[in-house]
């Protein structure tokens, strides 16, 4: 029979108490347990002295008879003492970006350094003036229309 020290849930809707209990990993959250160790209030402040309570002896007697206790837990325990401060990632490795999506990533990365750097450098050098061609001014053929009718009106 593996144990756990997990946390059942009680209280009102959207109104959260938990007891931390001993319980057969079978069972179910709210079901049937072992034995009651402490209680576990998230409406409380966080440094409230009661929003933990936990039974120190009866935590260190199920952890050295071999039950395992849930993350949240751990923390509990942690914080007074009991077990290491495990890390527990917020993310699991499914949701991270693969190793392409990184390699791509700091390539794109790279490519914009690069680019910023040469309108840099383009901005820094002195411009040089290409020399403007100079095009024979032509009139347009309705304006050359025009000036023949003045001449042979006058």
Known sequence: MSLKIRLSRGGAKKRP???????????????RFI?????YNPMLAKDHPERVVL??????????????????????LAA????PARHIPKQTKKH????KAQERAAEAEEAKKAAE???????AAPAEEAPAEEAPAEEAPAEEA?????????
């Open 17 to 31: 108490y938990y007891r931390i209990v001993v319980a057969d990993s079978r069972s179910p959250r709210d079901g």
């Open 35 to 39: 034995e009651r160790i402490g209680s």
């Open 55 to 76: 039974n120190t002896e009866r935590a260190k007697h199920w952890l050295s008879v071999g039950a395992t206790p849930s993350d949240r837990v751990t923390r509990f």
């Open 80 to 83: 007074v003492d009991l077990g």
């Open 96 to 99: 991270l970006p693969g190793q």
């Open 117 to 123: 750097e040469a309108a840099a450098a383009e901005a």
């Open 146 to 154: 025009a000036a023949e009718e003045e001449a042979k009106a006058e």
